[in-house]
């Protein structure tokens, strides 16, 4: 059986070959028209970035190397005993572009969970943070300070050659993925289980299976079963999200992954961005306390106009490249039909009686281009059903789930010899003066 590091080994070169031919053959091709909205609408619809690992359709939503979320759900390995996708399959095909065998998968969470621990420094970093703190600045904080430990950074001050650079970022890469379980679920018994034993790492359990267990829902297999195939399905969506594009970015000055990381945390700490999902709980429940157990088409109508009508954004809709209803949306809502006690919750039915009365209302608002659900308008709302009712930490599970993404790229911005991220900036007279030309 292969191990990641030799499957990466063997992919590597046809894809230096592929990018080398790109460049030489049709580095002068066109592939786009810059525009003076583009500039100033945050490089919307710009197709400005190279990432490999999935592209998002704007119909038909994300694809991790070509293979939609339900073929994903065929293909892809396990946890013994469970049926969603886990984070290590997910990885996996990330990292490599191949479907893993339950074999590779079993020895890609045996490694994760043999290095999982924390350093101590960390562990009294995080629990010196008053429980006041945001958890995920506490996330951000704690993924900056693992960068002592940096085998990149090490290598690099020693000086090493850039065919070496991959394979540190992949050492740094596994090391802190391996972590982020332990780190995160420190901060949730921080805040949220003060005095509570955290358990220690399960060797002979899957990545989001221990996170599981260390958050305090080991014994629970359904919010476990959950939180794996959430986190897997959230792990990548093409390169352009804010914090995949900070990752990146922050990435190509040869900073190394654990700093990059943090960077893409904090933009995903933004209400627009990762946030949302603890938005939406906050106003799917709102709604629900206004309008009662009279959960008709009329009131969620009315109680949606409200929101729009006070200037507000309606959280869990609209995207800035989807224009349909996100997969994986609907990957979760499928998790939900399946199981008796979520479809008859009075807060996943409100969800999804919303799901179906506010797409009419947003198109006659007329504003959004898409007025469909993404991911987020029912995410949270699963958590909040199991018991899991701190939603200040939801935005800490999706900051777990995006490393499988960005640090992905990391790898491969380092083994394709990607170089500093420069884009050119315009003043407004200096648009003025350019397009007058
Ligand atoms: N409710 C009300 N108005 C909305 C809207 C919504 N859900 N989505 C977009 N609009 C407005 C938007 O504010 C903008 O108004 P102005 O012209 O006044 O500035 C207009 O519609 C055009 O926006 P757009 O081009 O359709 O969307 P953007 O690409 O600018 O923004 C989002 C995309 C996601 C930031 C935006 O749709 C939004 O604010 N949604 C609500 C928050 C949310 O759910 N974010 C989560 C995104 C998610 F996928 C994730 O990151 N996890």
Known sequence: TKSLKET??????????????????????????VKVENIIGGMRGLKAML??????????????????????????????????IIAESMLWLLLTGQVPTPEQTKQLSKELAEKGDLPAYVEKLIDSFPT????????????????????????????????????????????????????????????????????????DLDLVGNYSNMLGYGDNQSITEYLRLYIALHGDHEGGNASAHTAHLVGSTLSDPYLSYSAALFALAGPLHGLANQEVLRWQLAMQQEIGSDVSEENI?????????????????????????????IALQEFCNTRPELKNSPIIQLVNKTSEVAPDVLKEHGKTKNPYPNVDATSGCVLYHYGFTEFKYYTVIFGVSRALGALTQLVWARALGLPLERPKSYSMDALEKLVKQ
């Open 8 to 33: 990466l080994q063997e992919v590597i070169p046809a894809k230096q070959e592929q990018l080398k031919k790109l460049k030489t053959e049709h580095g002068q091709a066109v592939v786009g028209e």
């Open 132 to 203: 006041t703190l945001h958890p995920m600045t506490q996330l951000g904080m704690g993924v900056a300070a693992l960068n002592h430990d940096s085998s990149f950074q090490a290598a690099y001050e020693k000086g090493m050659k850039k065919s070496e650079y991959w394979t540190h970022t992949l050492d740094d890469c596994i090391d802190l993925i391996a972590r982020l379980p332990a780190l995160a679920a420190r901060i949730y018994r921080n805040v949220y289980k003060p005095g509570t034993p955290l358990p220690a790492i399960n060797k």
């Open 51 to 84: 990432w490999d690992a999935s592209v998002l359709d704007p119909n038909e939503g994300i694809r991790f190397h070509g293979l939609s979320i339900p073929e994903c759900q065929k293909v892809l390995p396990s946890a013994p005993g469970g049926k969603e």
């Open 301 to 329: 109508k009315s109680y949606l106009w409200k929101t729009l009508k006070s200037g507000q954004v309606v959280p869990g809709y609209g995207h800035g490249v989807l224009r349909n209803p996100d997969p994986r949306f």
